[in-house]
């Protein structure tokens, strides 16, 4: 089962994709985490990335697909993934699907999208600043964060709606509840995806 969580910050597509990754016996690859690591780890690639997360920017794409290509098909070969955080914008969807037509087996099979209220999107995002202490959900940066899903996210969703794989699932509740209606609305879609 190969999936991809898709939703603004603060959502709880992290917390959603860890529950799918142990439900499907899938991998779980957040792009977030991954460059986490990376900048942590002072690696270039880290390097390059540092100054687009310190802001609340995108990652360039070809930064994204260097990242990731290797995780994936991994992940692929051994029954699947859930992605957390990539693609991110239209054209890196499209970068996604052109590379994933050429290698059988990774293509995504479902996208799902969660729907949050902006207000209880700050709400969450302030609460886990505190908690965890990411310099990444600053006021300004969580504020830009928002506005760049707004305006490169979330219209790739048009692109996946017009391939039938976008399921919409109220993120406005309870996490169990959203795990529940996840798992109906992507085993709906795609009976026998195992």
Known sequence: MRLLMVAPP????GTQAKLLSAHYGIV?????????????????????????LLRGDLVPDDLVIEMLT?????????GGYVLDGFPRSLGQAEEAYRVATQVSGVELQS???LIVPRKELLRRMRARAAQEGRTDDNEAT????????DSETEPMLGFYAGRGLVVDVDGYQPVEAVFDDTVKAVDALRPGLR
């Open 28 to 52: 779980h690859l957040s792009s977030g985490d991954l460059f986490r690591r990376e900048v942590a780890a002072g690696t270039d690639l880290g390097r390059r990335a540092s100054e687009y």
């Open 111 to 113: 996208v799902v999208h």
């Open 142 to 149: 969580v504020e830009h964060r928002l506005d760049v899903y």
């Open 70 to 78: 290797q995780p994936v098909l991994a992940a692929a070969a051994k």
């Open 10 to 13: 603060g959502a709880g597509k």
